[in-house]
């Protein structure tokens, strides 16, 4: 038999060992025991350095020659100084930070680009687009056959209708009418034989020496306006139909006051959608999108699959979302449907990006409370009873007094969440991926789902290892937990539910001894309990990566 | 309601209280709590103890600035002795006179110091002590530090060594320690 090595030993017994090492060490040192007794005798050398620590170091080293001062007086000190820097280094800072800090200048470039954009936008980008969608609307006419068509003009004192390239009316007041609003638009060298056409809009607007445009995106529409000091007509708006941009309104106003609309009559012989056919792409609809709701992405509509949703999930565990944010996944016929409710909408975007990229996924969130997978703690608080409160006394007197205890109980009940956290994501894989699903992916798809599988129980190892470290002090000496890890399953899923019950028990019974919550055992069991509890934790965290391995073979 | 879910909700709301404190009470506390342990480390240093103090308290500033800009410290008290550590030997080395010498065997053996000790008990300390004293420096600050509960890599951390070296050099110590016992 190969004995252990010290440096195994001190690992060992400091937690410091790798897990596949620790369950070698572990059996090994049922087997063998000389190397338990060499294991005692490192227990005595370490309880011997505690000693000089506790004994020598802290009795014998000088005190400090002054009492402590406030210590919240120097953070005010502190504070004071890192508000007011000098002169001279508030100058230096200024030349050395962009030189020290590119990652902090780039996004402060990067908002005043954004800035500039936004002025861009207000000021110049409407003309733009404005000239650019008339120029499709023209387009999009031009392709369309020509033809005639009616339309309603309405003044302040008149409604008639004409059809557009006729100058006479059916009855001779209208066609003076007409006249007298052909001669307004004549002077506003505007195009009456057509008036309600991107055409001559674009003409008219393209001889204005001084103008200002606004693009309006409606539900069914777009309406370009543009005002004007020059000429005789100071402002005119057009509507244009989506996604064909035919006109179907139009509305000028001229410097002495008069208005004139003009609507398209529906000619019920053209059947609607022919506009549609033709070539003109409606781009600006793509690129002026009409707020579609900002956080839904949707893809096309193919039946997502198993490998899709184990996708889906890696890559919200790169953003750490499979860690207790309220997500929920679904799969359906047609989609991945990831919802969330109650999501800070920092972190909703963080998520979008994590997984927008994933075909056939869509995310929801709501905002309404969030439905919290994990269960729900109750509201009742329960003050500690009195046998509760000894036997936190009776702990905190075995570890070295109240101070220690309260030290103990903050970093125990810090790394409680946590650990639950990976417990849960760890049972979600187990949900999602029965054995007949994993059956269903590919190598590298398994490959994928083992390595989210084993960053989880790496993190639990640690996890485990560092509450087991910290409760090391509770334990009285030569008695070590119960470590047999009767996990009967023999396979990871099944696995994953005795894990999940244990790492159930272990955060239970941290939230009675250090929480204070009530319990149903009696109280001077528990420090045990724990930390036999906690031993078969670490113990079935080695058999459930055990039987996780097995998925790779 | 079951004893599960309250003890869930009470942990709950130890935390939060906890995450309520202000950040100066949380340097505050932290500071009540370690500081006699950072002064005493930085004795073993060589530091003299007015420079000692002076310096603990430096380490918690630094602590309470780098807190205040947001970074994110994953074991305070490890961070708390790898800049005592690398304060320590700073001050040290512009120190223009020999390393502060606490002369600890007088005071073990002064027996006012240490009224109920019996000489077999002081002769085990002194053994022991000794043999600490002759521990190599670097196998003596991993010991230390460990005394502190750092773990191996936040030791390296602190040290500038790496994780197997503290282990190696945790090993030697403890086996010297364990032979110069017999």
Known sequence: ?553 | MSSFSLGKELSGILQKDRATMTLQDQVAQLFQEARDDVYRYLLSLGLFPPQAQEATQEVFLRLYVTLKKGEDIQSHRAWIFRVAHNLGLKLRAKQNQAPFDPELELRMVAPEMNPEQTALDREQKLRFHQAIQRLSEQQRRCLFLRLEGLRYPEIGAALGISTSAVGEFLRRAVNRLKKDEL
């Open chain 1, 1 to 553: 038999m190969r004995h252990l090595e010290d440096e195994q030993l001190l690992r060992y017994a400091d937690g410091e060992l790798p897990a596949r090492g620790v369950g070698q060490v572990r059996s090994h040192l049922e087997a063998c025991w000389q190397c338990r007794a060499q294991l005692e005798e490192l227990h005595e050398t370490v309880t011997q350095c505690v000693g000089y620590r506790k004994n020598v170091l802290q009795r014998h080293l000088p005190p400090p020659p002054a009492p402590w001062t406030d210590i919240y007086q120097r953070f005010a000190e502190v504070d004071a100084t890192l508000a007011r820097p000098s002169l001279l280094q508030r100058a230096v800072n200024a030349l050395r930070w962009p030189v020290e800090n590119p990652r902090r200048w780039v996004p402060i470039a990067a908002a005043l680009m954004i800035i500039w954009g936004l002025f861009y936008r207000v000021r110049l980008m409407p003309s733009v687009q404005a000239a650019e969608l008339l120029r499709k609307a023209v387009v999009a006419a031009d392709a369309r056959p020509v033809k005639q068509h009616r339309i309603e003009i309405r003044t302040r004192g008149h409604r008639l209708t004409r059809t557009t390239g006729q100058k006479l009316a059916s009855n001779p007041a209208d066609t003076q009418t007409l006249q007298s609003l052909q001669a307004l638009f004549t002077a506003a060298n505007y195009d009456w034989n057509d008036p309600l056409s991107a055409k001559s809009y674009q003409a008219w607007r393209s001889q204005l020496n001084d103008k200002k445009d606004e693009v309006v995106q409606e539900q069914d529409s777009i309406r370009v306006r543009t005002d004007t000091a020059s000429g005789e007509m100071k402002d005119a708006s057009l509507t244009l139909k989506k996604p064909d941009l035919q006109p179907v309104q139009g509305r000028f106003e001229f410097r002495d006051g008069e208005w004139v609309e003009i609507t398209a009559i529906a000619d019920e012989s053209a059947p609607s959608t022919e506009a549609a056919a033709v070539g003109a792409t409606p781009e600006p609809h793509a690129t002026l999108p009409s707020s579609p709701a900002p956080n839904t992405i949707t893809a096309p509509s193919v039946a997502p699959t198993i490998a899709d949703e184990l996708h889906v999930i890696a890559a919200l565990h790169q953003v750490g979302a499979d860690l207790g944010d309220p997500l929920e996944i679904q799969r359906t016929a047609s989609e991945i449907l990831v919802s969330g409710t109650g999501i800070a909408p920092a972190r909703q975007q963080e998520i979008q990006e994590a997984i927008g990229s994933q075909p056939r996924v869509s995310v929801r969130f709501s905002n309404s409370a969030p439905d919290t997978v994990r269960p729900q703690r109750s509201t009742a608080e329960a003050p500690a009873g009195a046998d509760l409160r000894q036997m936190q006394s009776r702990v905190a007197e075995q570890i070295g007094g109240r101070a220690n205890f309260e030290q103990l109980a903050t970093e125990v009940l810090d790394l409680s969440e946590p650990m639950m956290s990976r417990v849960y994501a760890l049972r979600r894989l187990a949900e999602r991926f029965p054995a007949d699903a994993v059956e269903q992916l590919a190598a590298p798809d398994r490959q994928l789902l083992r390595q989210l599988q084993r960053e989880h129980i790496a993190a639990l190892r640690q996890q485990t290892a560092e509450l087991d470290r910290l409760l090391k002090p509770m334990r009285a000496r030569g008695s070590g937990g119960n470590t047999s890890a009767a996990i009967s399953a023999t396979t990871w899923q099944p696995a994953t539910e005795e894990l999940f019950q244990s790492a159930r028990r272990v955060e239970k019974l941290l939230a009675v001894i250090f929480g204070a919550a009530p319990s149903d055992s009696a109280d001077d069991q528990l420090p045990g309990q724990l930390l036999s509890s906690l031993a078969q934790l670490r113990a079935k965290v080695d058999v459930y990566e055990r039987l996780s391995t097995k998925m790779e073979r």
